[in-house]
């Protein structure tokens, strides 16, 4: 092993590491969102199944894998086997979960940079600055650029520092700041004229939605993406874990406080919307479906947010602050990935890999921008949309048919000592030798073929 490897301290340590990076624009920003252009609690409905359904049990399976061979994706699944092909099959698995993290690091950079500058741009606003207010708020390459820049050197400065020194003490400070902000701005927005029309479409579910292929894969797409699967950072993560913990609760904890966050989003966002329209700002587009996307985030609510005076000034502050901080919990695990690859596969020293490999996403970041159109959205759909999922269907394949079953028991036992009574014993194995890998790649085909 390494001898630049970390641990986490405690289990508290990894649970904030590992719903650090679960929680992040995927809940405040995706699952609002795609809640408002799927109709509403039908989406929220298909996305708690879905997420227990098959994220949860894919999230397992990347656990056990790392805390089993102690390693980054590329290393640890030709472990799992003694016979070439699948060893070589593992190793090209882990060398493309590598890439698309560091793909999706890539956009979200340039995502958290547009967020971060409304700060500064709340701050000028309420301090009366109106040109400033103006720079930062409105989007334009050298704004974008510069934040871009900033938002990848902290997330670089964090993970140079190491696991416990770095991930796990940013993680334990930022996340329960995020969670008493999100609290406090839900109960404002819920006390608003207007929320109780959002809060009835987020919360009473049309079911004739729910069986629409479309609605399916986004919500199956959402779920992986929230839970940061298939591209080895909760593998990562895994592997940093003492055997002494109990793997299923751990990973049951992640699950259910990255999911009840995204909801607490959707109790944020969709209730303001209709404050919003209560107050004669347009939240529906040209063809009557729900404004969503960077429209709702950077337009429609910080429309809310002016119209609101001061105490709204303050509101978009507290909002964008939430939005930055849950970014970067999410993206130092995002840049992990790759360096933890290169620190092990080269034997170069953590700060060296860090400063190194974060360069090269940044200027990643910045051929993006520059060819915004042509790249932006192609690379959020190769990453997210087509990567995640058929990475998620790899890794159940590998812990469930390459990794031998004592040893899968074995791990699932260290740290669990009644295991074997339990119902994830008798279950699990074979579920996600059989039933994940094809419920999510029956999903994935019906997406393409529509
Ligand atoms: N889970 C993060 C979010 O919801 O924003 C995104 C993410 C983090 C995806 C880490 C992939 C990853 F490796």
Known sequence: MSKERGQFSSRFGFIT??????????????????????????????????????????LMAELIIGRHTRHNMVAALPQLSSQPLPRLLGKVTGLYGVLTASLILSFYAIVAGWLMAQ??????????????????????????????????????????????????????????ALILLMLGLVATVLTLPGALEGLRLYLIPDFSLITDPALLTSA?????????????????????????????????????????????????????????????????????????????????????????????????????????????????????????????????????ATYWIATTIFILSLLILFNFDALFTTVVSVSTQYSQPLLGVLLCLFAGWALHRDKLLREISAGFPAAEQSFFWKIWPGYIRFICPLLIITMFVQNISS
């Open 119 to 176: 700060v500064p741009a709340a701050v000028a606003d309420i301090s009366g600055q109106s040109p400033a207010k103006n720079w930062f708020a409105q989007s334009s390459l050298a704004r974008d650029g510069l934040f871009c820049a900033l938002f990848s050197a902290l997330t670089a400065a964090i993970v140079a520092r190491g696991v416990k020194d770095g991930i796990e003490r940013w993680s334990t400070r930022l996340m329960p």
């Open 220 to 352: 199956m797409g959402q779920a992986f993406f929230s839970l940061s699967l298939g591209v080895g950072t909760m593998l990562i993560y895994g592997s940093y874990v003492s055997k002494s913990d109990n793997l299923p609760l751990t990973g049951a904890y992640v699950a259910l406080i990255d999911t009840g966050i995204a909801f607490l989003a959707g109790l944020l966002i969709i209730p303001a919307m209709f404050v919003a329209q209560h107050r004669g700002i347009s939240i529906y587009n040209t063809d009557n479906t729900l404004i969503a996307g960077p429209d709702l985030i950077l337009q429609t609510l910080p429309e809310l947010f002016n119209s609101l005076g001061v105490a709204g000034g303050i509101i978009g502050l507290v909002f964008f602050l939430l939005l930055s901080i849950a970014a970067l919990t999410s993206s130092i695990s995002m840049l992990e990935v790759p360096v933890t690859f290169t620190l092990e596969q080269f034997k170069l020293s953590r700060r060296r």
């Open 17 to 58: 590491a590992a719903t650090g990076s679960a929680v992040g624009l995927g809940n405040i920003w995706g699952f609002p969102t795609q809640t408002a252009s799927h109709g509403g609690g039908a989406f929220v409905v298909a996305y708690l199944i879905l997420a227990f359904l098959l994220a949860y049990p894919a």
